[in-house]
């Protein structure tokens, strides 16, 4: 099943769902937690398992007492979860400063190619706590819902939202606090700083490579790629450097935070204060002694607690791929010297079984650019197509339409409303991040969807409007941590919103509204 969990087509990388489906029909409690899981990743229906495919039939108590089981473990496990996370990350660190210290240590192909193996081996061996972590947080977001509704307070949408404020330290927002200081010390340098307004960022680069930039700055850039070297826009695409390999947008960052004050410096004030409101609601609507409040807030808690060790950990996922980045450059520039390839680049063009094939001897083809020069031009037609966000299919995949279809026009645009108030200001629409230098004033960000490398734009923003997404998400999360308006899972916002159009949006209730179309 996981051979078969993603697939490529037109360019894109998909789930497919049903794959999805049989995989966690493996676990006895799936007709529980399934609908919690579907509300989590915001799927808008379920996917019907036919006759064929689904699980073979127990009898009654056969199933009640492996549901039983189950239930037992997973509950039991939770106790000792926290530990196990916090274990996981010092492991991992362990681990991924192995890889680092192989990289420093040669260029040989084929110790490269063993060391890839090597930490895929280990990381699949231990990364499965962080699946179960998953598993935590959408049964704790379904619980916390279905007591909603069961409690009378599900007509408060943004109550949920406010009470997940605060908790523990999230590593993204470590992550751009240690920009922040660069910032800092830049804008009191007037050396530094009138280096960043007269040159570009990659003069820049060129000066941070030579170690002419001044001491204490150099020493903050240093710290900060050492650290966070794997974080930057798009980091999970092989094809995207990171910092090591080009730090450049580190530097564009920087000059984008120069001459500003910035909110998450109060970051933690504020979430307090919503929660604090929040939690004043729950005392005005069940009574301060309650046991009912009692037993949400625990909920809501230990929500809070698991949604932190999971954006901690996706930073460990941040560093396997950055590593594997600097193992495949290493391995790209094999085959270009080799002759393999025109570029070292052009390794990124392959699959993992023809690079290591030729390194090791399993491969079938030596000529790898053809296959390059074939799947650039592939990538050409590819971004050509208007493919879809998300299909359905009967016998094979090309015997169906996988191209988007025009989407019906409502009049209305509403989403999950996930980071309280209300902004307005012009929108602007984004694809690729990496082309927007800076955001004007007053701009709301509207993007398919957000990774933490988009941080820098979302920090500019008045307010963000996404088309992927839940209440957990990572840009709901951001929303929330720097108090900045968030709807999020609103469909076809980038085809439907113009760029440049006035724009109002409510990060309470989710509503997205025109305004220059309304007063037309």
């Known amino acids: 099943m996981l051979d078969r969990m993603i697939g490529y087509v037109g360019g894109r990388v998909y789930y497919s769902l049903s794959t999805f489906y049989r995989l966690h029909q493996q676990s006895p409690l799936y007709p529980k937690l399934y609908p919690f899981w579907e509300a989590m990743i915001g799927l808008p229906t379920s996917y019907a ?31 000792g979860h926290p530990r196990r996370m916090h274990q996981f990350k010092a492991w991992w660190q362990g681990r991924a400063g192995q890889t680092r210290e192989v990289l420093k240590r040669t260029d040989d192909p084929l110790v490269l190619t063993e060391e890839f193996y090597r930490l895929w081996r280990d990381a699949g061996a231990r990364w499965g706590i962080t699946l179960v972590n998953d598993a935590y947080i959408f049964t704790l977001y379904g619980t916390a819902l279905k007591l909603f509704t069961r409690w009378g307070l599900d007509d408060n949408q943004a109550l949920l939202s406010n009470l997940l404020c605060g908790g523990e330290a999230i590593e993204s927002v470590e992550i751009f606090r240690s920009v922040l200081r660069i910032a800092e010390h830049v804008g009191a340098d007037t050396a530094s700083s009138d280096l960043f307004q007269r040159l570009g960022d990659a003069q820049l680069v060129d000066l941070y490579r030579k170690r002419l930039l001044e001491g204490p700055l150099l020493e903050l ?16 695409k092989m094809e995207t450097p990171s910092l090591r390999e080009d730090p450049a947008i580190l530097f564009q960052g920087i000059r984008r935070l120069l001459g500003t004050t910035h909110a998450s410096v109060t970051s933690d004030a504020n979430e307090q204060a919503l929660r604090a409101a929040a939690e004043a609601e729950l005392d005005r609507h069940f009574g301060r002694f309650s046991v009912r409040k009692r037993i949400l807030r625990r909920v809501v808690d230990e929500l809070r607690r698991v949604v932190a060790h999971r954006e901690n950990s996706r930073y460990c996922r941040s560093e396997l791929f950055g590593l594997c980045k600097d193992i495949f450059a290493r391995l790209g520039q094999y085959l270009a010297d080799k002759g393999a390839i025109d570029d070292a680049r052009d390794v990124f063009y392959l699959g993992i079984e023809e690079i290591m094939g030729y390194v090791d001897g399993t491969g079938l083809d030596e000529r790898l650019q053809e296959t390059v020069q074939r799947r650039r031009e592939q990538v050409t037609e590819y971004n050509r197509q208007n493919v879809a966000e998300s299909f359905t299919t009967r016998g094979g995949l090309r015997d169906n339409s996988l191209f988007a279809e025009a989407e019906e026009e409502t009049g209305e645009l509403r989403g ?33 969807e957000t990774d933490p490398g988009w941080l820098f734009l979302m920090l500019a923003a008045r307010g963000i409007v ?4 839940s209440m957990l998400s990572h840009t709901a999360i951001t929303g929330r941590k720097f108090g900045i308006p968030t709807v999020v899972g609103v469909p076809h916002a980038t085809s439907r919103i113009p760029d440049g159009a006035e724009l109002e949006i409510d990060g309470g209730n989710g509503f997205v509204r025109l305004l220059e179309k309304e007063d037309e």
Not at 430 to 438: A, C, F, K, M, T
Not at 466 to 469: H, K, L, M, S, T
């Open 49 to 79: 398992v036919g006759p064929m495919e689904a699980a073979p039939e127990r009898s009654q108590w056969r199933k009640k007492l492996d549901v039983a089981t189950a239930g037992v473990r997973f509950f039991r496990s939770f106790i």
């Open 416 to 448: 999950l409303g996930s980071s309280m108030g209300v902004a307005r200001g012009r929108a602007c629409v984004v694809h690729d991040p990496g082309s927007i230098d800076r955001l004007p004033e007053n701009t709301i960000l509207v993007a398919k």
């Open 221 to 236: 850039l240093d710290t900060h790629i050492g650290r966070y070297g794997d974080r930057s826009m798009e980091e999970l």
């Open 466 to 469: 996404v088309e992927r997404g």
